[in-house]
T-cell receptor, first 116, second 116 residues
Framework: NAGVTQTPKFQVLKTGQSMTLQCAQD?????MSWYRQDPGMGLRLIHY???????DQGEVPNGYNVSRSTTEDFPLRLLSAAPSQTSVYFC???????????????FGEGSRLTVL | AQSVAQPEDQVNVAEGNPLTVKCTYS??????LFWYVQYPNRGLQFLLK??????LVKGSYGFEAEFNKSQTSFHLKKPSALVSDSALYFC??????????????FGTGTRLQVFP
């Protein structure tokens, strides 16, 4: 199993550009989520999904869109990139809802985004 | 507000000595508690969790954590530190199911440095 795969690993954007960070998991996990990691702030939840067709906002959703058309994929879209979105982004999935049952999160290796 | 605090940005310990990484939480109800570790340029990896039962939880790589409800703490411990334990450690909490939230709240992280 590949686990959680994120692409691209690195990306540089100009302010105002849009892009999509891809996330795919091959573990048949119901729960998927996106976090951003910033120095001194830990991980902050952007959006999450408890199954195909269901998404919800996390702590810092502004400027980001998500969709969940399949169990495997959970792309994160930046609509109009801003320097404040410079960060490392992590996708994570879980068999159950986060914390229920065995539901520990499995993380991808991250996507480092720089917005100039 | 529900939150997790890791009061130390960095913990330094000599190899072979015991280590403790501190975590306190503030949530309503009975929390589910987690520890994750992040090695450089990698995603987070699950170490251990407390759901219910014995207050001392054993996890991967010889780590353990003690849940203390009266002090609202969940400190990570290891009897004998290794240089390879040097990494960034995150405490996380999920409020209990009754609060119907499908999220993990992460602390800001503690960098553990083990010196030879």
């Amino acid at each position: 199993n590949a686990g959680v795969t994120q692409t691209p690993k690195f990306q540089v954007l100009k302010t105002g550009q849009s892009m999509t960070l891809q996330c795919a998991q091959d573990m048949n996990h119901e729960y998927m989520s996106w976090y951003r990691q910033d120095p001194g702030m830990g991980l902050r939840l952007i959006h999450y999904s408890v199954g195909a067709g269901i998404t919800d906002q996390g702590e810092v959703p502004n400027g980001y869109n998500v969709s969940r058309s399949t169990t495997e994929d959970f792309p994160l879209r930046l609509l109009s990139a801003a320097p404040s979105q410079t960060s490392v982004y992590f996708c994570a999935s879980s068999k159950g809802l986060a914390g229920l049952g065995t539901g520990e999160l499995f993380f991808g290796e991250g996507s480092r985004l720089t917005v100039l | 507000a529900q939150s997790v605090a890791q009061p130390e940005d960095q913990v330094n310990v000599a190899e072979g000595n015991p280590l403790t990484v501190k975590c306190t939480y503030s949530v309503s109800g009975n929390p589910y508690l987690f520890w994750y570790v992040q090695y450089p340029n990698r995603g987070l990896q699950f170490l251990l969790k407390y759901i219910t039962g014995d207050n001392l939880v054993k996890g991967s790589y010889g780590f353990e954590a003690e849940f203390n409800k009266s002090q609202t703490s969940f400190h990570l411990k290891k009897p004998s530190a290794l240089v390879s334990d040097s990494a960034l450690y995150f405490c996380a909490v999920r409020p209990s199911r009754s609060y119907n939230t499908d999220k993990l709240i992460f602390g800001t992280g503690t960098r553990l440095q083990v010196f030879p």
